[in-house]
């Protein structure tokens, strides 16, 4: 056996989990399999609470303390419920598009690290399952799969609804993917590793939330696309889609959709505050306490931290209406890659001068950020100012307290007379007033 | 060269999936099928090459390929259609025979190239230890050139598409959403429309609401044909139909608030 790298250096944390027994891999897959459904069924009752709570009414509170029982009801209720297949339906794709959606949710949660290194049954461990070299890239490749899961339900069940559902979500992955990853090379760049666990460990020093905003901002934005939540829910879009992509899905398949969502949401929200909010390590004021960031105490700043994406995703969901289709494209193509492009670029050539030329001085940055405001002042300075339409903005006259018509109102002239129908068998009948005409004739 | 004996079960297990994957796609009838069938060589072909110890390029190789280009395939085979079943006619006159030569010329470089480093001993190159950082230092340096040409061609190949797709296509006059609007309520909206005239005080102003003639009968002018009027009990007392053919003197009736279609006294 090789021995240990020293801790804290890259690839301390891979060469510990490395000589995990096979049992203590069993346990910790375990541990995270329950933690996801767990966190599945809080969250549901969690999201129906505060989206309730901001629409001004209870939410559910009758089953079990505070309502905490209703997920779970609400979960074994959708077990039994019958199973149902579409005739016109692709039998093997129909069936094996949720299992595809579910499996890769759970999967990019092993590369999450949720503490440092304990000791379980005397076993030296690091609290993650697997460290791998490239370990972000293991959520971006399971995030890709378990698009696969959405389109093909919608493909496969035969009907025009989830159709349409499945082609916006291929097209809304395609293109929210390009900004998440590119956001990504921004923390790789200034971590120096693609693992997890080293990601975490270079973040010691600050957190990449304050050293990268616009990565974080993208990243957040993607992400919420990503996980086709509202406001970017439109695969799913059920006051245009009927149900999207799971229309015609029952049962346990719709279930499993419905974890998979879940999953999803706290798989990102754990990876951005891996990437973006120093993983496992305490918040600044508690970190000064010494040993705050040993032992089995990080987990709750992990936890609390997700906690915090998981009330943003509530919060969005009950402040913003859906967007748009094509609203959401212009966002994703215009918007967000060109955004995170230029600030790929921007700290590179920060890294190579600071490689190069060692630490910039004070000065030099200002001076930099000066050039950068003139050149911005003047780029606003050059575009034109939009025009602003005057008409209709005049307020109607009022007289006492009801507004009138303008004096110059034209009355439009009486539509030509309406050709009266030949009666046909077929007419159906309508309302009391529309079969009074019918009888009139 | 000796290869160990996790990679040979893991090439035993990946490499008959990914053919069998490759022979799903050819023989497949339904089109998505074959790209789903491509999606599974893709995917093994991927864990073959964690298993041979280059992880960034397995991950690469799922996310890209899979992730990306394939997902391409299928929306666009889903744009085509659900039903959509493969022409049997030849469109490109002498495709086939191009086909089956440039296939047999491709196999041929493929036996050749595998027939060399199966034969030839591999000169050893010494591995960077850290994949990611070796794959991006090659790339950036020695096979810089290659990589810009490549590049290019892609977005030469972009633009292409894009100009043929916006070629024949005159730019389109877009209106906001506000014109759009006003054309709507103008056009064949406007006789069903509910603006009140001058003096009248509306107490209803929906479409569905037929309106009034002066003798309290509902104006037929007035009904829409593709929304159903309010139900007669709920308009309240006399809601008799006019006749068709009554000529009604139609002064603005004020009771349930309508316009009245008539011609105005």
Redesign the interface.
């Known amino acids: 056996m090789n021995p240990l790298p020293p801790p804290g250096t890259p690839g301390y944390t891979q060469a510990l989990i490395a000589d995990d027994p096979i049992w203590l891999t069993i346990v910790k897959v375990v541990a995270v399999f329950a933690l996801l459904v767990f966190m599945t069924l809080f969250m549901i009752w969690l999201e129906r609470r505060v989206v309730g709570r901001m629409q001004q009414r209870p939410g559910p509170n009758w089953n079990g303390p505070f309502g905490l029982l209703q997920s779970l009801a609400d979960g074994l209720k959708l077990a039994f419920k019958e199973d149902i297949r579409p005739v016109l339906a692709d039998k093997a794709v129909f069936f094996i598009a949720p299992v595809i959606s579910t499996i890769p949710a759970f999967v990019a949660f092993a590369v999450i690290p949720l503490g440092p290194e304990v000791s379980i049954f005397g076993e030296r461990t690091a609290l993650q399952v697997a460290d791998l070299p490239v370990g972000i890239l293991v959520v971006l490749a399971c995030s890709s799969i378990g698009v696969y899961g959405i389109v093909l339900a919608g493909w496969a069940s035969g009907s025009p609804y989830p159709l349409l559902g499945s082609l916006r979500s291929a097209a809304q992955v395609i293109s929210y993917e390009l900004a998440l990853g590119i956001s990504i090379i921004g923390v790789v760049l200034y971590a120096g590793s693609l693992s997890t666990a080293d990601i975490v460990s270079a973040q010691q020093g600050g957190w990449y939330i304050w050293l990268l905003p616009v990565s974080f901002i993208v990243f957040a934005i993607s992400m919420v696309g990503e996980t086709n939540r509202a406001p970017f829910d439109l695969p799913e879009a059920e006051s245009e889609l009927v149900g999207g992509f799971h229309t015609e899905y029952s049962s346990l398949k719709f279930a499993l959709f419905f974890l998979a969502e879940y999953v999803n949401m706290v798989t990102l929200s754990a990876v951005a505050t891996t990437l973006f909010l120093g993983g496992w390590m305490a918040p600044w004021p508690l970190s000064l306490i010494p040993g705050v960031n040993e032992g089995w105490l990080p987990v709750v700043w992990f936890i609390t931290k997700m906690f915090v994406f998981l009330f943003v995703y509530i919060w969005l969901r009950g402040t913003l209406p859906r967007q748009r289709y094509d609203q959401f494209m212009r966002l994703g193509w215009k918007v967000l890659i060109p955004v995170s492009l230029v600030w790929l670029i921007a700290i590179a050539v920060l890294r190579v001068l600071r490689n190069e030329f060692g630490t910039i001085s004070a000065p030099v940055v200002l001076m930099i950020g000066a050039v950068v405001i003139v050149v911005a002042i003047v780029v606003a300075l050059m575009l034109p100012d939009r025009t602003e339409d005057d008409e209709d903005t005049a307020e109607p006259p009022v007289v006492g307290n009801y507004p009138v018509p303008p004096l110059d109102l034209t009355v439009p002239s009486s539509p030509p007379r309406r050709r009266r129908a030949v009666s046909s068998g077929s007419s159906k009948e309508t309302a009391a007033v529309g079969t009074g005409q019918k009888e009139d004739a | 060269m000796t290869t160990s004996i996790g990679e040979a079960i893991g090439f035993w297990i990946l490499g008959p999936i990914a053919l069998a994957g490759g022979l799903g796609m050819v023989f497949a009838r ?1 089109a ?2 074959s790209a ?1 069938w491509l ?1 599974l060589t893709m ?1 093994s072909l ?1 864990f073959l090459y964690m298993v041979q110890s280059a ?2 390029l397995g ?2 190789q ?2 890209v390929y ?3 280009i394939m ?2 395939f ?2 666009v085979l ?2 085509v259609g ?1 039903d959509a079943s493969d022409s049997v006619v030849e469109v490109l006159r002498g495709q086939r025979v191009a086909a089956a030569i440039l296939g047999v010329g491709i196999a041929g470089l493929l036996v050749g190239a595998v027939a060399r480093s199966v034969t030839a001993s591999v000169v050893g190159a010494t591995l960077p230890t ?3 950082g070796g794959i991006g230092l090659l790339v950036f340096t020695r096979y810089v050139a290659a990589l810009e040409l490549a590049s290019a061609l892609i977005v030469v190949g972009t633009l292409g598409a894009v100009v043929y797709t916006f070629a024949g296509r005159a730019k389109r006059q877009t209106a906001s959403q506000r014109e759009r609007v006003v054309a709507r309520l103008q056009g064949p909206l ?2 069903y429309g509910s603006r ?3 003096g009248v ?1 509306a107490t209803a102003d929906s479409v569905a609401t ?1 309106a009034l003639l002066p003798d309290g009968s ?1 104006a ?2 007035s ?1 829409s044909e593709i929304i ?6 709920r ?1 309240g007392h006399q ?3 006019a ?2 053919g009554d000529e009604h003197d139609a002064s603005a009736h004020t009771d349930h608030g309508h ?1 009245v ?4 006294a």
Request: no cysteine; proline share 7%.
């Open positions: 339904n998505v099928h789903l999606v995917l991927g992880p960034f991950f690469t799922i996310i899979t992730g990306a997902m391409l299928v929306f889903m744009m659900r850290q994949n990611t406007e006789k009140s005239g001058p005080f037929p509902v037929p002018e009904l159903e009027a309010t139900a007669r009990e308009l809601t008799e139909l006749h068709a316009r279609t008539g011609s105005q």
